[in-house]
Nanobody, 124 residues
Framework: QMQLVESGGGLVQAGGSLRLSCAAY????????MGWFRQAPGKEREFAAA????????VYVDSVKGRFTISRDNVKNTVYLQMNSLKPEDTAVYYC?????????????????WGRGTQVTVSS
């Protein structure tokens, strides 16, 4: 059983930056692909970014390409999401998730473990 705990959310002005962290407890973190998803008020949860188990492959939704960077530290059992040039439409609860297949999918149903989320609010 793996527990995921997100941190680093907050309120930031448009154009600003935030770095989200997701710490994993239990399980073998280095064997899991990790993903970040987000859910804005009144909208469905959507994929943001994913990284393979060794970090060699990353994938992003088009709306965050060039602004967000996902990375991981398999010694610290932590995955990060660096978010730059934030826009008001990035406002959402951000969730990290773990995928045992290890490839880094954009499909939420392929992730076995989920954190509780951290709120990101971008003001205009």
């Amino acid at each position: 059983q793996m527990q995921l705990v997100e941190s680093g959310g907050g309120l930031v002005q448009a154009g600003g930056s935030l770095r989200l962290s997701c710490a994993a407890y239990g399980g073998t973190f280095s064997s899991y692909a990790m993903g970040w998803f987000r859910q804005a008020p009144g909208k469905e949860r959507e994929f943001a970014a994913a990284i393979s188990w060794r970090g060699g492959n990353t994938v992003y939704v088009d709306s965050v390409k060039g602004r967000f960077t996902i990375s991981r530290d398999n010694v610290k059992n932590t995955v990060y999401l660096q978010m730059n040039s934030l826009k008001p439409e990035d406002t959402a609860v951000y969730y990290c998730a773990a995928d045992a297949l290890g490839v880094g999918s954009s499909k939420s149903y392929e992730y076995e473990y989920w954190g509780r989320g951290t709120q990101v609010t971008v003001s205009s």
